[in-house]
């Protein structure tokens, strides 16, 4: 059975240590004083260890059924929704207006990483409301937003998002689905939609589908989307449940993970939806959650390898295999544990490393969320605007590693069902391909967003990791950060002129170097997250604090990090500068 144990300690560290939120000056933030996060992190990590992990294993094994068109979810997630709901855990940083508690974005993410580690699966209901919930709230009338909001704040109604068609996930362009519209206001909706997150289960009233669909009128492609709200049961006017829209499940599908979220195909036959926001808009309107809706599953990428990742150091220590080669460490037993070797340690240093790295990563890049919303911080917004596509790629790419490294410690026994780490694996593979497949990411990343506004946020960026780095000058103690930091940052600017120089000629030199520039970035990006979580961690200890042990092994796992991992962006530099020859040198009848 997993077992999971919230991180509270290295999440305060970010927070208070790190990103100093208590002096960042943002609304909402002044709440945010140690003892409060620790309350707040503290009462959430409890409801992780003891509500949803226990809950991940069921949701794995018995996966979700359609009966006679309901969706059962598995046994003991509805009374798990129950203390959701009552523990207030939707609505943490939803509107007052509606129901909300009003906190900032960056603590909803720190409590979602461990909502995350401990069940993914269940997470997701909850996650695809908050999705829902934000775009009606972005884009809704006063109606809509009357109508809607006050339940799925609460989830007792909950949401989904629906994109994507048989035929089309990429290139919505293609879209069927088709909206007619009606005398009264009201749209008809016809069309399948297929992989639909939450579609249907029985933890909820009612569910409120936001539905991307051709309406009249609006062009080829993708000018012609619009968003429609379609509820599975109308609401009367006066707020309570009326008819059943006709809006139905076809099948689950039968996947490799998360088995305990219902993905569901979904049938709309004349169902009838709401138009939310302007028409033919539907994909700005989709699009406006999306820096959010990518950072949350960036963050499931690195939350699933740290439930990996505790596991794997349990067993670690745990498991005795061989000896130490410089002298037993148990001598009384017939073996020592797995974790004196090498490279076991190698597994776990590169786990570790990669999990706080990311973690840092992920709350400074909601961090800025909040800058650009509540203080209309317009370089907060154009950076996280640029690191989205590395949020979400890098982390759920080196997140799925990281859990098939943590597999890796437990030997044969991490291949079998008797161990958490087949369905930790399994999880965290959908990251990499769902909210945009990976590749799409680099593409969104080299393709537009260096160069968006002129290329002024790409640059900022640079500017960013110099000043690091310059800070730092007269501390010898830092210098392994930094010196690694700029070398990388040299790289990262290296390739980004080779796009330049090369990529006007030939866009496929570019195209062919994107995945490399994402992870190139990405190693940066936690470059910078280590060399700042080093200089914290060097102030506390000067500072005399007594967990030595903690930020020495900060310092420690960061030096890892700046001399195991940072040496990848030369390797991924020289495959851009390649270009696009070794990629596109056979013709297709040549595979
Ligand atoms: C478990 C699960 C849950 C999901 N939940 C939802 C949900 O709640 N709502 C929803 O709407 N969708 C959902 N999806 C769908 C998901 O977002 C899509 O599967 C994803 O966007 C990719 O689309 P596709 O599967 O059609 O792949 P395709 O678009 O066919 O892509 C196939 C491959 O080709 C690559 N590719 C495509 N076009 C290009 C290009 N121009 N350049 C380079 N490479 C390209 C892609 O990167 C990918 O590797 C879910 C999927 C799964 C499996």
């Not at 939803?94 to 461990?114: H, I, K, R, S, T």
């Not at 220590?317 to 001598?331: E, F, H, L, S």
Request: negative net charge; charged residues 20%; hydrophobic residues 40%.
């Amino acid at each position: 059975m997993s077992s999971y144990t919230a991180n509270t300690k290295d999440m305060q560290f970010v927070l208070h240590e790190v990103l100093k939120i208590s002096e960042a000056g943002v609304p909402g933030y002044e709440e945010l004083d140690r003892d409060f996060t620790e309350a707040v992190l503290d009462a959430a990590g409890k409801v992780s260890s003891e509500v949803l992990a226990p809950l991940n294993e069921v949701g794995d094994k018995e996966g979700c059924v359609l009966e006679n068109g309901v969706v059962r979810t598995p046994k003991g997630f509805d009374a798990a929704f129950e203390a959701m709901k009552e523990g207030g855990w939707t609505a943490l940083d939803c509107d007052p207006d509606f129901g909300g508690q009003g906190m900032p974005y960056l603590l909803n993410c720190a409590v979602g990483e461990m909502f995350v580690s401990a069940n993914m699966a269940f997470n997701m209901y909850q996650g695809l409301t908050h999705g829902a919930y934000s775009a009606i709230h972005a884009h809704g009338t006063d109606e809509q937003k009357a109508t809607y909001l006050p339940k799925m704040v609460t989830c007792e109604w909950t949401g989904t998002m629906n994109l994507t068609e048989p035929h089309c996930g990429t290139d919505l362009g293609m879209m069927r689905t088709k909206a007619d519209p009606q005398d009264d206001g009201s749209y008809l909706i016809t069309g399948t939609k297929i992989f639909i997150s939450a579609g249907d289960h029985d933890l909820s009233e009612n569910v409120i589908h936001l539905v991307l669909a051709k309406a009249p009128g609006g062009g080829e492609g993708t000018k012609g989307i619009s968003l429609f709200i379609v509820p599975k049961f109308l609401v009367n006017e006066d707020g309570s449940l009326g008819e059943r829209n006709s809006v139905s499940v076809g099948k689950l599908e039968e996947k490799m993970g998360i088995h305990g979220n219902a993905t569901c195909v979904m049938n709309y036959d004349s169902a009838q939806g709401w138009l939310l926001g302007d028409l033919h808009k539907g994909m700005r309107a989709m699009f406006t959650m999306m820096n959010e809706a990518r950072l949350g599953v960036g963050l499931q990428g690195y939350a699933v390898a740290e439930a990996a990742y505790q596991e794997a150091v349990a067993y670690a220590k745990d498991r005795i295999q061989g000896r130490d080669v410089t002298g037993a460490k148990a001598p009384e037993k017939a073996a020592d544990p797995i974790i004196v070797h090498p490279d076991v340690r190698r597994m776990l240093m590169d786990q570790k490393s990669f999990v706080e790295g990311a973690r840092a990563f992920t709350f400074w890049g909601a961090h800025l969320i909040d800058r650009a919303h509540k203080l209309d911080d317009k370089a907060a917004d154009g950076l996280i605007s640029l690191m989205t596509p590395v949020i979400k790629g890098f982390l759920t790419d080196k997140g799925f590693e990281t859990a098939v490294s943590a597999q890796q410690v437990f030997g044969g026994h991490g291949y079998t069902e008797d161990w958490p780490m087949s369905q930790h694996v399994r999880d965290a593979r959908i990251a990499m391909i769902y909210e945009g497949a990976n590749g799409i990411q680099a593409l969104d990343l080299v393709g537009r967003k260096l160069a968006q506004d002129g290329g002024k946020h790409v640059m900022a960026f640079f500017e960013m990791v110099k000043a690091e780095c310059k800070a730092h000058d007269d501390d010898e103690r830092m210098k392994p950060f930094t010196d690694a930091l700029k070398n990388a940052s040299k790289q990262l600017q290296a390739a980004g002129m080779f796009f330049m120089q090369n990529g006007m000629k030939n866009p496929n030199a570019a195209l062919s170097g994107s995945y490399d520039f994402m992870h190139l970035m990405g190693h940066v990006c936690l470059g910078l997250m280590w060399t700042r979580m080093a200089k914290a961690a060097f102030a506390a200890l000067d500072n005399g604090a007594s967990d030595t042990a903690f930020y020495e092994g900060k310092i420690a796992t960061g030096r890892y990090y700046m001399a195991r991992q940072l040496p990848a962006c030369a390797m991924h530099l020289a495959r851009i500068e390649t270009g696009a020859d070794p990629v596109m040198a056979l013709a297709d009848d040549q595979f």
